[in-house]
């Protein structure tokens, strides 16, 4: 499985910016599928997930009432809709693929990651 993350752009505080996953190859059975943020000088951290049929979304406290994870199976993509944005959402921030949804939160449960897209909230 490939994952291919895009959107990131450098926006002003309180606005609005729409991450793309774009997955590719085979994936069989159940999964999980979601982001995470590095932000400078820390480690990655969960941000959100959602389950392979679309059922399930989980958020990280920060995320919660501010970010919103979708996926259109059509297309194989998952996207992070991220509003009121803040200056500490900057980041990189990487899709990745688990098993499960709990897999998913812990970082060393990760099967698969994209590669990065940089998010830049100036204050």
Not at 23 to 40: D, E, K
Not at 51 to 61: E, F, K, L, S
Request: include cysteine.
């Amino acid at each position: 499985v490939q994952l291919q993350a895009s959107g990131g752009g450098l926006v002003h505080a309180g606005g609005s910016l729409r991450l793309s996953c774009a997955a590719s190859g085979r994936t069989l059975g159940t999964y999980a599928v979601g982001w995470f943020r590095r932000a400078p000088g820390k480690d990655r951290q969960f941000v959100g997930g959602i389950t392979w049929n679309g059922v399930t979304t989980y958020y990280a406290d920060s995320a919660k009432g501010r970010f919103t994870i979708s996926r259109d199976s059509a297309k194989s993509t998952v996207y992070l809709q991220m509003n009121s944005l803040k200056p500490e959402d900057t980041g990189v921030y990487y899709c990745a693929q688990a098993n499960t949804m709990v897999v998913l939160t812990r970082i060393n449960g990760v099967r698969y990651w994209g590669q990065g897209t940089l998010v830049t909230v100036s204050s």
